[in-house]
């Protein structure tokens, strides 16, 4: 044990910076010391850094791992199920056929309108790298047995060459876009605003429990965003951004009746989901660049790092 004399923190500028779980507001500190002690046969030293307030100490993982207080085996694993209440675990199993295959928004079509004074270009086909043919004639082959494209036949005024590249995050399938840069000069848009995250947070005031669901392959389903987003009207506590949909509810139950009627639109609609990364009954989400949880909204970390490790001015100079 330490008197507080023993442990009293130096006085002066303290540059270090801590902070707390899941935070970009750093902990008051006001400085540091070191301190040697023994656990049994072990003995090591360490640094505590002093912060203001009456909160509990912590003792780092190196340090307890030092002094035999923490053990991690890790030839010992345990399988985690899928976070899931009983009854999100039956809905997902009742709606089962919305995680198979692509499908398509029913009792629509999307039409392109055209500017008449803008001529149509018919660019050269750009070629694939040698590497990736085999991955990218497959994928054609395979949107073209969905349904999804089908292949021209006759002249046509537009022509848009094919781009090709791996997926970031699995480099063993290949990611098959058009270059529609010239074609997009032409089409005359159509207008809607985008929910902004102040109006989702209004929203989701009170709610405790979060879903997300992610539409498989949304391009190929549907054309354009504002027909998903009517198509999901009138459900509540259900939000959607391009192919993203988030659920929840002020508790468990709430949380379930309206992921039962997401499921049920989705199915009215012949809308399919991706399961892969599907997310349920979450404390917090990742968002669209937010963490959204009961206690609020906050920024990712990542988004506000340059700030954060922004050192304060010294002079006139530096500001």
Known sequence: MYSKEQCEAPTGTYINKLYPYNSTVPLPTTGKFEVQFCNGTKTTSATFHV?????GSLLGYETATELGLLHVNVNQTTTMPISTSSNTSDLVAKFQHLFTGISKLKDYKQKLHLDPSIQPVAQKPRRVPF?????????????EALDIIERASGPTSWVSPVVAAPKPHNPSEVR??????QPNRAIIRERHPIPTVEELMEDMTGACVFSKLDLRAGYHQFELEEESRSSLQGLHGVCNIADDLIVWGKSQEEHDRNLEALFQRLDAKDLALNGDKCEYNQPSLWFYGYSLSKDGLSADPKKVEAIVKTTTPQNVAQL
């Open 131 to 143: 590497h990736l043919r085999k991955q990218v004639s497959a994928r054609i082959e395979e949107l």
């Open 51 to 55: 912060v203001e307030g009456n909160s």
């Open 176 to 181: 098959v876009c058009g270059d529609y840069r």
